[in-house]
């Protein structure tokens, strides 16, 4: 899929949202989501972009948080490749970035294992954005060359935990850890 007007068949397009405000999607992000038949948005998704849909577009509230779901990630990818093979074209608006912890990969799976064209569409993950709109560079000449951004959502005694704490917890770059509010000690 390599232009903006409506695409012949069914498609797929994994549409970085941006760290929240709608005017931080972009412009790539903001076409696809203008001629979808189907949107299958995510709770951290700048949800004032619904509006810039289409008439009678199908939108599918996929929000997922801590210890809840309105849908599975088996039942998301479902709902795309369903729509899709359908011959609709499917934003699955996400917030952030489509690849940064957004289960992204997971999606693109599904829909190659589906022959379903995918498009990946990136967005600004707010592991940079926060911080920039705070005034905090994550990497400054001089000070720190590298910036690791690492989940807090899995313990870290957890046997599938991957993050070397001990390592970055010893090394001069800057951390960034997303989803790490429930863990922080009271």
């Known amino acids: 899929m390599t232009g903006v007007d409506r695409p012949s068949g069914g498609w797929?397009?994994?549409v970085g949202g941006g760290p929240g405000r709608a005017d931080l999607i972009t412009v790539r992000g903001l076409r696809l989501l203008r001629i979808a038949d189907v949107v299958v948005v995510?709770?951290?998704?700048?949800r004032e972009l619904l509006a810039e849909t289409r008439s009678g577009v199908e939108i599918i509230d996929a929000g997922k948080a801590p210890h809840g779901h309105n849908l599975t990630q088996d039942e998301i990818n479902a709902v795309i490749?369903?729509?899709g093979r359908r011959g609709l074209g499917v934003v699955r608006l996400k917030g952030g970035d489509p690849f940064v912890f957004g289960r992204g990969g997971e999606e693109a799976l599904a829909c190659a294992a589906a022959g379903l064209p995918c498009e990946i569409v990136p967005g600004v993950t707010s592991a940079v954005a926060v911080p920039a709109l705070a005034g905090i560079p994550v990497t400054h000449r001089g000070i720190t060359q590298d910036v690791s951004i690492v989940s807090g959502h899995v313990d870290p005694s957890h046997p599938g935990s991957t993050v070397d704490w001990d390592a970055l917890a010893t090394g001069p770059g800057t951390v960034v850890v997303l989803m790490g509010v429930a863990a922080l000690a009271g």
């Open 81 to 83: 490749v369903d729509r």
């Open 42 to 46: 995510d709770r951290l998704a700048p």
């Open 12 to 14: 797929v397009a994994l």
